[in-house]
């Protein structure tokens, strides 16, 4: 890594607090395996942005001040521009001075592309994670076991896997010990649907992830963070996100320009990072761990 950029990073962001879009999503495809049962985004357009596109998303980016990318879809692994594929776009933002190449996968394809950090979602234990994502949780857990990069996994929290926590949490100790988990809330990005947890639903998963993450199970969100995705005290939405697909770019995410959406929120890597920036412990070690 680029130790003065780095520097530069953390001055720009913690000290300075400058107002710039650090992160950039790059949603590359549309085009996903799933058919996710909370997911509108999937197969809609059928799009693939070529390797041109994605290389002048990336500059146009960087310009802006971005320094951290997730590649993120559709499912990421699912892209290729003829014998292009996934792993050169990594190696392409790393070149290009990107501090942090992310990306976010449904995990059913084996992580192979050399990013910072992977983000592998799964909803649950076998089951459930069938019920919601319609493929076993076992798939994404076996390519995490093989995976030598670094990994975390993303589990959003809804009212279908809301009492799963714990025993998740026990399985991800026993099957994969170097990995944690980072959880999400459902956001009604399409109105108040089933899956969607009323607060005081929300006040009670939480209460279990930070009793689950006392007793030691491997939970990546700060106490800090996890309250703040109860009580809303963080500022968002905020212009340190920007999202990009083929049909626009959208400060903070796609939802922003829906009334009512964001009180919801349920991206708890935002608060995370909006903490940190207030030098909170808890969140700044959350965030560390994916550099
Ligand atoms: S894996 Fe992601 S993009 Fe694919 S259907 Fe599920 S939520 Fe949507
Ligand atoms: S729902 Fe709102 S606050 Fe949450 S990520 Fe999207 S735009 Fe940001």
Redesign the pocket.
């Known amino acids: 890594m680029n130790t003065i950029e780095f520097l530069r990073l953390c001055v720009d962001f913690a000290i300075l607090r400058r107002e710039k879009p650090f992160v950039l999503g790059l949603a590359i495809t549309d085009i996903?395996n799933?058919?996710?049962r909370?997911?509108k985004?999937?197969n809609q357009q059928h799009v693939m942005m070529s390797y041109g596109e994605v290389r002048a998303h990336l500059e146009s980016g960087w310009r802006r001040g971005a320094r951290v990318v997730y590649f993120e879809?559709?499912?990421p692994y699912l892209w290729h521009d003829g014998r292009q594929r996934l792993d050169e776009l990594v190696v392409l933002a790393r070149d290009l001075g990107y501090l942090g190449v992310h990306v976010y996968t449904?995990g059913t394809h084996p992580i192979s592309a050399p990013a910072d950090f992977t983000w592998v979602?799964i909803d649950g234990p076998d089951d459930t994670n069938f019920a919601l994502?319609g493929v076993a949780a076992e798939v994404a857990l076996a390519n995490l076991a093989a995976c030598r990069n670094r990994c975390g996994i993303v589990f959003t929290v809804n009212t279908v896997n809301q009492r799963v926590i714990e025993p998740f949490l026990r399985l991800v100790r026993t099957r994969l010990p170097k990995l944690r988990v980072m959880f999400f809330f459902h956001t009604p990005y399409y109105g108040m649907d089933e899956l969607f947890l009323s607060p005081e639903q929300r006040a009670e998963v939480i209460r279990t992830i930070v009793s689950c993450k006392k007793a030691g199970l491997p939970v990546m969100n700060s106490k800090a963070g996890l309250e703040a995705m109860l009580t809303g005290r963080y500022p968002h939405p905020t212009g340190l996100y920007r999202v990009v697909d083929s049909s626009g770019d959208y400060r903070c995410c796609r939802a922003i320009d829906q009334p009512g959406v964001c009180r919801h929120c349920g991206y708890s890597s935002c608060a995370e990072i909006m903490l940190a920036r207030d030098l909170r412990p808890g969140p700044i070690r959350s965030v560390w761990h994916t550099w």
Do not use: I
Request: net charge neutral; hydrophobic share 30%; aromatic share 0%.
């Open positions: 996903c799933l058919a996710c909370h997911c985004v999937a879809g559709g499912e449904n979602s994502r």
